[in-house]
């Protein structure tokens, strides 16, 4: 913030009418830069002076101190406020990581219910690394390899059974 824009905020800041989001810039400017704080000073001893003499109160001792400790004030709590936000940030991750926990483990649990029945190892394995099968190449590839092992199996037990003498089969059986 410049000394323009401070300055041009000093009254609302006197009639605590300052936008809350200037509030920060404005009073790290007021630590940084004398001669706005002295506007600051001189503007809120005028303003307090005439108010004092409107409700009929004595005038302050010291506006200077006043002014003070109206900044500190408010940077505490601004500070304050800070630290809401960041322990609230803090409980957000938390709620967001336990409950992605949770979600893992019912996702791993109907794994375990739909595939370890099987015993399929590899399958098992596909699916706990969340890989979607039916898009997965390498395990469709497979699949189809088996499929066609398979197949050539049982036509080559077939012929095989075909060229048995019709005892042997029996005894085979
Ligand atoms: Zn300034």
Same mark, same amino acid.
């Given at each position: ?38 506007? %600051? ?7 307090? +002076? $005439?108010?004092?003499? !409107?409700?009929?109160?004595? @005038? ?32 957000? %991750? ?7 926990? +949770? $979600?893992?483990?019912? !996702?791993?649990?109907?794994? @375990? ?61």
């Amino acid at each position: 913030m410049d000394c323009k824009e401070a300055k041009s905020l000093i009254e609302a800041y006197i009639e605590h009418k300052i936008p809350a989001g200037k509030l920060p810039q404005f009073l790290d400017h007021m630590q940084q830069c004398k001669t706005c704080l002295d506007d %600051l000073q001189v503007q809120y001893a005028i303003c307090t +002076a $005439i108010e004092q003499l !409107n409700r009929g109160e004595d @005038f302050s001792d010291d506006y200077n101190s006043e002014v003070q400790r109206d900044l500190a004030k408010n940077r505490q709590q601004l500070m304050r406020h800070a630290r809401k936000i960041r322990f609230l940030r803090v409980v957000t %991750l938390l709620l967001f990581v336990v409950s992605g926990f +949770a $979600i893992g483990l019912t !996702n791993t649990k109907n794994v @375990f219910r739909t595939y370890l029945p099987s015993t399929q190892e590899s399958r098992f394995s596909l699916d706990y690394y969340g890989i979607d099968r039916s898009r997965d190449p390498v395990y469709q590839a497979i699949q189809k390899y088996n499929e066609e092992v398979i197949a050539k199996l049982r036509e080559l037990e077939a012929e095989q059974n075909k060229e048995l003498p019709d005892e042997e089969r029996m005894g085979q059986e």
